[in-house]
């Protein structure tokens, strides 16, 4: 059971263009929503971030729209570049007392042409 | 001065062996974790350690065996390989907490069962 739903499952957007990542949830526990990058190769690394009572986030060319009464978030990349070329995951936070976790999203590998 | 450094990067092994993984941070955080980032790029949870104590286990098979000698070091001993093990292995830390704190990745070791 996917508990962080993320489409699409791959992107190609043209040098200049807006990339724009969807991913829906269903448990109204998690309650912090980081995005994460990762280049080949690499580990993940966090991008941004968002609180759920915030219902949007700028970093930069980097949006977090953030909808709660639908239960869904999205990343919007401004003015994409070819060095954004990455796979990017949503992720969920559930707050515990010591068992914190994230739960991820299955990915969307970004392609920017140019 | 990596953050989250891992040894080693590839692993190369026959089904049935026995191989470890080992983690170690500098950032002074008392939370650790290891992910499995699977051949479609899905990241799962295995496990997580609070101050050298096991708080997550994500019905892992046993044949999965982590150990925290110390808060910076988590290792990742693994029995019997079997081909499905196959997989890129992430170490991950962070600033313990209930609040969000940002999880560090470190670069992953790809592990390959023949």
């Known amino acids: 059971q996917q508990q962080v739903k993320q489409s699409p499952q791959s992107l190609i957007v043209q040098k200049g263009g807006i990339s724009i990542i969807n991913c829906a949830y269903e448990?109204?526990?998690?309650?912090?929503f980081p995005w994460y990058q990762q280049f080949p190769g690499k580990g993940p690394a966090l991008l941004i971030a968002?609180?759920?009572?915030?219902s949007e986030k700028k970093e930069g060319r980097f949006t977090i729209s953030f909808n709660k009464s639908a239960k869904q978030f999205s990343l919007h990349i401004m003015d994409s570049q070819p060095g954004d070329s990455a796979t990017y995951f949503c992720a969920a936070y559930t707050r515990g007392f010591g068992n914190e976790k994230l739960t991820f999203g299955t990915g969307t590998r970004l392609t920017i042409i140019p | 001065d990596t953050a989250v450094s891992q040894t080693p990067k590839y692993l190369v092994t026959q089904m049935g062996n026995d191989k470890s993984i080992k983690c170690e941070q500098n950032?002074?955080?008392?939370?650790m974790y290891w992910y499995k980032q699977d051949s479609k790029k899905f990241l799962k949870i295995m496990f997580s350690?609070?101050?050298?104590?096991?708080?997550i286990n994500e019905t892992v098979p046993n044949r999965f065996s982590p150990k925290s000698p110390d808060k910076a070091h988590l290792n990742l001993h693994i029995n019997s390989l079997e081909l499905g093990d196959s997989a890129v292995y992430f170490c991950?830390?962070?600033?313990?907490?209930?609040?969000?704190?940002?999880?560090?990745f470190g670069p992953g070791t790809r592990l390959t069962v023949l």
């Open positions: 950032l002074g955080h008392d939370t």
């Open positions: 350690y609070n101050n050298k104590e096991l708080i």
């Open positions: 991950a830390s962070r600033k313990g907490g209930t609040s969000y704190n940002e999880q560090f």
């Open positions: 448990n109204t526990a998690f309650d912090y």
């Open positions: 968002i609180r759920p009572d915030v």
